[in-house]
């Protein structure tokens, strides 16, 4: 089956289902499970890891895994990636971190559900802002670190927007196992997110540059120096994120819903959603797939820009790369650099772009791209209305919304936003959203075309005197 061409025998006496395998069709050249590297050898696509399922222990239904939450006292199914470990069975149960990542909640909410124009009930929240590091990003890191620990890595890299370092850090952190190497651009990175990457010891570089632009150095020093690369180019990554999917399952009772909406950035998330209900699909575990909605911001909307206005498809792998590459060309020669609030999405040449086409063909997926605006009034809704989110992630509401509009969702479709990061990461958005203070706003927000924080929730200002105090309560109360 494997015609790896560096198969290591030392690890053959584990029975390993696991192979990685380049996503293009006309090459479909395999790797072992066990071997490290972010592209194809032959023709240099990206890889997935395929397992051979015939030779799995994988459960006849979906709920056969609510026993295993029923053994939460063991970390690996207490963790709500590693209670799916069947689904994505490319280690050994020995082998696997675990920081107790994916302990996440399905909110339905009514409010939010008004905003964008669901009937009451339809509307839910999956807020993966709950993880230890506070983003999505827990979900994949697990799993990629457990693959860097598989392959003895005594250091590993990122270029992050700061969701991604913080993950690595935190892994690295609380499992000692091995140093992480972040690379950030300068000046982008919120704090909530940087402070978390120097207080868990992350070696962090910034560089004078743009995520896209710390993405190729993380590339070629991780090359050089032979360090464990985490980025979303890494394969495993993406299997750990398709617990995200069969959690949301879970919480329905293995119902599927009608839509899933996600913000898109370098199309980690979205691509292994569609991985996700491809294999439950093959495996004869669901007979429906939900709809995929990836919502990119204005300021960064390549994916947009790509299969919504230049026709770019999956095309069963024929993926026609002349648009792509014209696309990129303009980006080049006018110096366009992506701009937006949601700091986690601010990415132009997204890594995962193939593998996110296949995910919205295997989906019968749309893109949207929202503004700033529409971003922040929608965070402000979540957090009117729910837990609150960073705006990355509010850009799935906001997207849930123009999708609703547009007829595209029915008001009566069961309707899953996924919220990627945590109130807290990116607390100087909220404040300028509310506050008062006119040029903090126009400094944070207003440069980005930002006009009225029109639900607002603006503090009072009142004398120190008791009078006063009690007068504003029952004005406001
Ligand atoms: C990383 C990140 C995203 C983007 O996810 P992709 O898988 O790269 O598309 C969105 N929101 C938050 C909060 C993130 O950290
Ligand atoms: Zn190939």
Request: with cysteine; charged share 25%; glycine share 8%.
């Amino acid at each position: 089956m494997l015609q790896s061409a560096n198969s290591n025998l030392a690890s053959s006496k584990r029975l390993d289902i696991a192979f990685q395998q380049c996503i293009n069709p006309a090459c479909a050249a395999t790797y072992e499970a066990r071997s490290v590297r972010t592209s194809c050898d032959r023709c240099g696509d990206l890889l997935d890891i395929l397992y051979e399922w015939d030779r799995a222990e994988v459960p006849k239904q979906m709920n056969e895994f609510e026993a295993m939450w029923g053994r939460r006292y063991d970390p690996v199914r207490f963790s709500g990636v590693w209670r799916f470990h069947e689904l994505l069975p490319f280690c050994g149960q020995d082998e696997i971190v675990t920081v107790g990542e994916g302990q996440t909640l399905l909110q339905q909410t009514d409010s939010v559900g008004k905003f964008v124009g669901m009937n009451a009930g339809k509307l839910h929240l999956q807020y993966e802002g709950m993880n230890p590091s506070g983003s999505f990003k827990d979900n994949g890191m697990c799993a990629a670190f457990t693959h860097a620990c598989m392959m003895n890595a005594k250091r590993a890299a990122c270029a992050s927007t700061g969701n991604t370092s913080a993950s690595l850090a935190l892994y690295c952190s609380a499992t000692k196992k091995m140093k992480a190497v972040i690379f950030i651009g300068s000046g982008k990175i919120s704090y909530g997110k940087l402070s978390q990457a120097l207080d868990y010891g992350a070696l962090t570089v910034q560089i004078a540059g743009d995520f896209d632009d710390a993405m190729i150095r993380v590339k070629q020093i991780s090359d050089e120096l032979g360090i464990y690369l985490v980025n979303s180019v890494n394969p495993f990554r993406l299997e750990g994120q398709k617990t995200i999917m069969f959690r949301i399952m879970e919480a329905l009772r293995w119902e599927i819903p009608d839509w899933i909406v996600v913000p898109g950035g370098n199309l980690g998330n979205s691509s292994a959603f569609g991985k996700a209900f491809a294999e439950l699909k093959q495996l004869g575990l669901i007979d429906r797939i939900p709809r995929l909605a990836v919502i990119n911001a204005r300021g960064a909307d390549t994916l947009y820009e790509l299969f919504e206005r230049r026709g770019v498809r999956w095309n069963g792998g024929q993926v026609d790369m002349d648009p792509i590459r014209q696309y990129y060309d303009e980006l080049d020669r006018t110096g366009a650099k992506a701009d937006t609030i949601a700091s986690a999405i601010e990415i132009n040449r997204p890594v995962n772009l193939k593998k996110c086409l296949r995910a919205l063909e295997g989906m019968d997926g749309v893109v949207r791209q929202v503004s700033d605006q529409e971003i922040l009034d929608a965070k402000a809704q979540v957090g009117a209305g729910g837990f609150g989110c960073e705006p990355a992630s509010a850009a799935s509401v906001a997207g849930a919304k123009m999708l609703r509009r547009e007829g595209v969702i029915a008001p009566s479709d069961r309707v899953v936003c996924v919220l990627t990061g945590h109130e807290l990461k990116d607390p100087t958005a909220t404040v300028a959203y509310h506050s008062a203070d006119q040029e903090m706003f126009n400094k944070v927000l207003g440069s980005r075309g930002v006009k009225k924080a029109s639900h607002a929730n603006r503090a009072i200002a009142v004398p120190n005197e008791l009078d006063d105090i009690i007068k504003a309560i029952q004005l406001y109360s």
